[in-house]
């Protein structure tokens, strides 16, 4: 069978929300599934390699990969740039793989601009009082741009309003759970798998593959 485009998953949501630990439960729970490697200039955290979670770059070398056009997209968070690399991307979705890109609003915006086939989840806290409280917990930051931070908040909340779809961020398991149901329900969309699956069905009589798969 004509394989698939994979899914371009954009997830994102406001500042703190915890939307790394829901990428990264759900990348070890779901076999297939690949992360975009985002470049960053900000320096690695302990533990975080380069390649894996990021690649860490100076800002010289994140210009020049702006200005050659290799990325799909990039912001500037917190005082440091960060961008996907758009080689990466392509190949995967290319090849039929899923990719999750785990950006910020601002990344998220413009790659739902460019991709409008794209799938794009946001993550929301329970409650304004728990958002607070996490963007507080993350303490790298002084006073003053925390309380920037939370004044900005439902501004930041308002924007879930234009995504596909909202997971909120209360437990873990099950905010994996729902990013999960959401990938096999758009795979089966007319408009992707489900589509050719029909047409299949019509022009050979089975949705099952006759060609035979060891190439005697
Ligand atoms: P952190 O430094 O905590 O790993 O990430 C900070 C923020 O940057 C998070 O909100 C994360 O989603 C966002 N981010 C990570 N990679 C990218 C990227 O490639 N593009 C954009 N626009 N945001 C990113």
């Given at each position: 069978?004509?394989?698939?485009?994979?899914?371009?998953?954009?997830?994102?949501?406001?500042?703190?929300?915890?939307?790394g630990?829901?990428?990264?439960?759900?990348?070890e729970r779901?076999?297939?599934?690949?992360?975009?490697?985002?470049?960053?200039?900000?320096?690695?955290?302990?533990?975080?390699?380069?390649?894996?979670?990021y690649?860490f770059?100076?800002?010289?070398?994140?210009?020049?990969?702006?200005?050659?056009?290799?990325?799909?997209?990039?912001?500037e968070?917190y005082?440091?740039?960060y961008?996907?690399?758009r080689?990466?991307?392509?190949?995967?979705?290319?090849?039929?793989?899923?990719i999750?890109?785990?950006?910020?609003?601002v990344?998220?915006?413009?790659?739902?601009a460019?991709?409008?086939?794209a799938?794009?989840v946001?993550?929301?806290?329970?409650?304004?009082?728990?958002?607070?409280a996490?963007?507080?917990?993350?303490g790298?930051?002084?006073?003053?741009?925390?309380?920037?931070?939370?004044?900005?908040?439902p501004?930041?909340?308002?924007q879930?309003?234009?995504?596909q779809y909202?997971?909120?961020n209360?437990?873990?398991?099950k905010?994996?759970?729902q990013?999960?149901?959401i990938?096999?329900?758009?795979?089966c969309r007319?408009?992707?798998?489900?589509?050719?699956?029909?047409?299949?069905?019509?022009?050979?009589?089975?949705?099952?593959?006759?060609?035979?798969?060891d190439?005697?």
């Amino acid at each position: 069978m004509q394989r698939s485009r994979g899914l371009l998953v954009i997830v994102t949501g406001p500042s703190a929300v915890g939307k790394g630990a829901i990428c990264r439960a759900l990348l070890e729970r779901t076999p297939g599934v690949r992360f975009s490697v985002s470049m960053t200039t900000r320096p690695p955290r302990p533990g975080e390699r380069h390649g894996v979670e990021y690649y860490f770059v100076t800002k010289e070398e994140f210009e020049r990969e702006i200005q050659s056009g290799g990325l799909l997209e990039w912001a500037e968070v917190y005082g440091n740039y960060y961008g996907t690399p758009r080689r990466q991307v392509e190949e995967a979705l290319e090849r039929g793989e899923d990719i999750i890109l785990d950006i910020d609003l601002v990344g998220a915006n413009t790659v739902k601009a460019k991709y409008p086939d794209a799938v794009s989840v946001f993550v929301i806290p329970p409650s304004m009082a728990e958002l607070h409280a996490r963007i507080r917990k993350r303490g790298s930051e002084s006073e003053e741009a925390v309380q920037r931070r939370l004044q900005e908040a439902p501004r930041w909340v308002e924007q879930g309003l234009t995504y596909q779809y909202v997971v909120v961020n209360d437990d873990l398991d099950k905010a994996v759970a729902q990013l999960q149901a959401i990938l096999i329900a758009e795979k089966c969309r007319t408009s992707r798998q489900g589509g050719q699956l029909i047409r299949r069905l019509l022009e050979r009589g089975s949705i099952e593959d006759d060609e035979p798969s060891d190439h005697r």
